[in-house]
């Protein structure tokens, strides 16, 4: 069984950073993707940023481009997503999640992701 635990969301001023971190068990993740997703309220979870741990090549949504990266550490099974220059229109819910299918490219789909983390919220005030 496939477990995801997100940490590091809260309370942030618009212009501030933020970085989240998603531990993974319950198999290794060197041929799979990870990604993270937001949900904010009354709108649709979508993509933010994915990475493939084996070539760690990564993919960004446009509206968070030039401010977040994600990156992973093999040896603890962690991915992270480091958010700079935060912006009110951030503030959601964000999601860990598992792409195993997937060996060489990043899925910006949630339907290709079969395990999911149970969220951190991120609220940028102004």
């Known amino acids: 069984q496939v477990q995801l635990v997100e940490s590091g969301g809260g309370l942030v001023q618009a212009g501030g950073s933020l970085k989240l971190s998603c531990v993974a068990s319950?198999?290794?993740?060197?041929?799979?993707?990870m990604g993270w997703f937001r949900q904010a309220p009354g709108k649709e979870r979508e993509f933010v940023a994915g990475?493939?741990?084996?070539?760690?090549?990564?993919k960004y949504a446009d509206s968070v481009k030039g401010r977040f990266t994600i990156s992973g550490d093999n040896a603890k099974n962690t991915v992270y997503l480091q958010m700079n220059s935060l912006k009110p229109e951030d503030r959601a819910v964000y999601y860990c999640?598992?792409?195993?299918?997937?060996?060489?490219?990043?899925?910006?789909?949630?339907?290709?992701?079969?395990?999911w983390g149970q969220g951190t919220q991120v609220t940028v005030s102004s």
């Open positions: 999640a598992a792409d195993l299918d997937s060996t060489h490219i990043v899925r910006v789909t949630t339907g290709a992701y079969e395990y």
């Open positions: 319950g198999r290794t993740f060197s041929s799979s993707a």
């Open positions: 990475i493939l741990w084996s070539a760690r090549s990564t």
